[in-house]
């Protein structure tokens, strides 16, 4: 079913349609476990499992779907688009900072943290793999509300 048509979600015998681009109440815990797990395969991302053909797109892949995550977290009534819109102008805007190179940003970036946050040098590849981890983000919480899984307090 595409992101352009309504969910249909049965819940105690009541039907509910959730339209991708209206709100929706996504549960803390379940997004919150989702993130972690998103952000431990994005630390491990840059290890020998991974196949010398992915390895320069997967950290990146990750770090999309870390954002969307973390703001469905945040704005957890948000819908799914409006989520995937400020999950890609994020990390647009994050890549696009490393073209700026302050004495004080580089400093930041210097650290493990500041560089896994901030990154180090602008690739327009990761421009599409951004684009791609917002969108399997989308695909995954549509299988996910199809499937009853994130709905809930």
């Known amino acids: 079913m595409g992101l352009d048509r309504h969910l249909a979600i049965e819940k105690q015998g009541v039907y509910f349609y959730i339209n991708p681009l209206l709100s929706l109440k996504r ?6 476990i989702a993130l972690i797990v998103v952000i431990f395969f994005g630390l491990t ?3 020998e ?3 010398f053909w992915l390895y320069p797109y997967l950290g990146d892949t990750l770090y999309a779907l870390m954002c969307y995550m973390g703001f469905a977290f945040i704005f957890r009534r948000w819908a799914p688009l409006k989520i995937a819109g ?5 990390c647009v805007l994050i890549e696009f900072s490393q073209l700026y190179q ?6 930041i970036r210097s650290y493990r943290l500041g560089a896994l ?3 180090n040098g602008f690739l327009v590849s990761d421009l599409f793999c951004y684009a791609l981890g917002v969108s399997v ?3 995954l919480e549509e299988k ?5 899984l994130f709905i809930g307090a």
């Open 117 to 119: 946050i901030l990154g």
């Open 102 to 107: 302050a004495p004080w940003l580089n400093e």
């Open 144 to 148: 996910a509300l199809k499937q009853k």
């Open 49 to 51: 499992w991974v196949p």
């Open 86 to 90: 400020l999950s890609f102008m994020f």
């Open 27 to 32: 549960n803390r815990l379940q997004y919150f």
């Open 137 to 139: 983000a989308l695909l």
């Open 45 to 47: 991302s840059r290890q």
